[in-house]
Structures are given as structure tokens and as C-alpha cells.
């Protein structure tokens, strides 16, 4: 409280941060999703179950939970999203993820980054369910 900004200065700083000026003032905003209210989905894929973890409408992430069968995957084509960054993280299970050629045998509790502009694939290559949470930003769809 030793100082205050002008109107003129809050509208400069915020159109250089790329932030509307009324964001300023609206409250921060919650969206709970209850375990038995997540939404399934369906991006594709063989042997493949999925929800959608964060609400309609965000923009700035999307987590997806994936309980992939035995041998199930996204299939046999590799394909790239527009996007800026995607992490894959095994909760229980192993994982084989391809990306622009380059292959990972992820198990239980390991984690990958990478640009989901590059040509990847998955599949469950173990004989039991893996489950599999995504987090893409920005939000794809």
C-alpha cells in the first residue's frame, strides 16, 4: 500500500503479458470432478478406456486417464496434436511409448515430456491393465 499503479500502466502491463484487465478481478476459478462423474471419452485407439479429468471448457490443460488392456494402444499409425508440451505418467502397469522413432518402456511411476507435435505412439505391452494419466497443454480439444 506505498504506491499505486495507474489505469494507463495496468492496461500497458497487462495488454504485454497478454491478460485482460478484468481477469484481474474475477476469482480464481475451482471445478471439482468427482471420481464417479468423470466424463469417459473416446480419442480412438484399440482395448482403450478414458476419462476426462479436467472440465469442459479449459483451455490451458487437459488430463485424460487411460486403463489400457493387454495389448492395446493407439494403434498402428503414429500421430502428432497441436500443442506445446505432453507428459505421460504410468500409475500402475508398463507402457511403450514411441516418439519420432525413438522407443521408451515406461513402468509403474515413470514419467515422460515430450512435444506433442512429434509423431508418437503407445501400447500396453504387459499381460495386465496399465493405467496411464496425460497432460497436454494446451488443451487439444
Do not use: K
Not at 495507474?6 to 478481478?25: D, H, Y
Not at 471448457?57 to 486417464?65: H, L, S
Amino acid at each position: 500500500n506505498l504506491t499505486s499503479v495507474s489505469v494507463a500502466s495496468l492496461v500497458n502491463i497487462c495488454n504485454a503479458i497478454g491478460l485482460r484487465i478484468g481477469s484481474l478481478f474475477e476469482p480464481a476459478r475451482r471445478d471439482l470432478i468427482r471420481h464417479a462423474d468423470r466424463p469417459r471419452i473416446n480419442f480412438g485407439g484399440e482395448n482403450v478406456t478414458e476419462f476426462m479429468l479436467t472440465p469442459a471448457g479449459q483451455t490451458q490443460v487437459q488430463v485424460i486417464q487411460s486403463h489400457i488392456e493387454p495389448g492395446g494402444g493407439s494403434g498402428n499409425e503414429t500421430y502428432s496434436l497441436n500443442g506445446e508440451a505432453e507428459f505421460v505418467h504410468v500409475v500402475s502397469g508398463g507402457l511403450e511409448m514411441t516418439v519420432h522413432g525413438d522407443t521408451y518402456l515406461l513402468g509403474s511411476g515413470d514419467s515422460l515430456t515430450f512435444s506433442p507435435r512429434d509423431s508418437h505412439s503407445w501400447r500396453n505391452p504387459s499381460d495386465v491393465e496399465t493405467i496411464v494419466l496425460w497432460v497436454l497443454t494446451p488443451s487439444p480439444w
